[in-house]
């Protein structure tokens, strides 16, 4: 018999993760249910609960998602752990690539039956994510979506769109040295630059429609520099996943991506976000295990 562990970020999705928990107290019998406290409580939590024939639930958003994923892969047990994202937060991107079931209660049900999958894992600087990173012009938006989506009434995808708007009024450039798998290499100015396991990101844009979690490769999307009037041309496509045809995009699947700048770059990790002047990342395949609906 499996092991439940609920991970809880109260603070998720305007404290609507907390709402769960009388749920899941009546349908899984003698579940560990935790809430976190501070940040990266939630990669301690599952370091320290990840063990054999154990489901971790991670009840929250991406961010909560990102941290037990670290946790888990931390652990002596991250092959014989399993992680199950209940999102509750602003986003919840990262399980569109695989359901369009929005409701936590509806995942959770599906959840007893235990299909798993597993998934390939991202590397960047060391911090592992799942779904996709980026840096320049798009972390800047995730660093003003977080301050606008705690004003009431406006949630994630409001807020995310608030921010580009924001955003495009400074549009600003990164001169980037960049090497994909050791032979494809630029040096150009970048407005931002992506590197996707997963489909979807910033509230539901279809950023990589080609990803996939599974087949070891990383969807990798250059944005180059672009003047304010093509903004709103590329942004609808970039929403839609329509965007590849465009000329100041080009995508490229591949392992493994190097990017240095003589400036430090804005790097988002499943929506959290750091500086770095130089970037390096891979991909692990098969490196996690996830229940799916």
């Known amino acids: 018999m499996k ?3 609920f991970i809880i970020n109260p603070e998720a999705g305007k404290k609507k993760a907390s709402e769960l928990i009388g749920y899941i107290e009546e349908n899984f019998l003698n579940a560990v249910i935790i809430k976190t406290e ?12 990840a063990s ?20 888990v892969l931390l652990s002596k047990f991250a092959k014989d752990t399993f992680i199950a994202s209940v999102p509750c937060g602003s986003g919840n991107d990262f399980i569109k690539s695989f359901t369009t079931i929005k409701n936590p209660v509806s995942l959770l049900e599906k959840y007893k039956k235990q299909k798993t999958k597993t998934i390939d894992v991202g590397y960047i600087n060391g911090r592992s994510f799942i779904n996709i990173s980026s840096i320049g012009f798009d972390a800047e938006i995730v660093v003003g979506a977080k301050k606008y ?33 050791g032979k494809e290499t630029y040096d150009k100015k970048a407005l931002f630059i992506i590197m996707a396991n997963g ?21 990798f999307c250059i944005v180059d520099k672009i003047p304010r009037r093509r903004v709103p041309i590329l942004l609808p496509k970039f929403m839609k996943g329509k965007h590849e045809t465009l000329k100041e995009i080009k995508t490229i699947r591949g392992k493994k991506i190097t990017i240095s700048s003589k400036k430090p770059l804005p790097l988002n990790i499943d929506g959290e976000v750091e500086l770095s002047d130089h970037v390096e990342v891979y991909i692990q395949k098969e490196g996690i295990n996830l229940l799916v609906p």
Do not use: C, Q, W
């Open 38 to 49: 501070y940040a990266n409580h939630a990669t301690e939590l599952a370091k320290t609960y």
């Open 199 to 219: 489909k979807y990101y910033g509230g539901g844009m279809k950023a990589a429609p080609k990803a996939e979690l599974d087949d070891g490769l990383f969807e």
């Open 149 to 181: 989506k705690k004003i009431p009434l406006i949630n994630g995808g409001l807020a995310y769109l608030i921010s580009v708007f924001a955003t495009i009024m400074k549009l600003k450039a990164y001169s980037v040295k960049v090497s994909i798998d």
């Open 52 to 71: 054999p024939d154990t489901i971790i639930y991670s009840v929250g958003g991406d961010g909560t998602l990102n941290e037990v994923v670290n946790g």
């Open 3 to 5: 092991k439940h562990v």
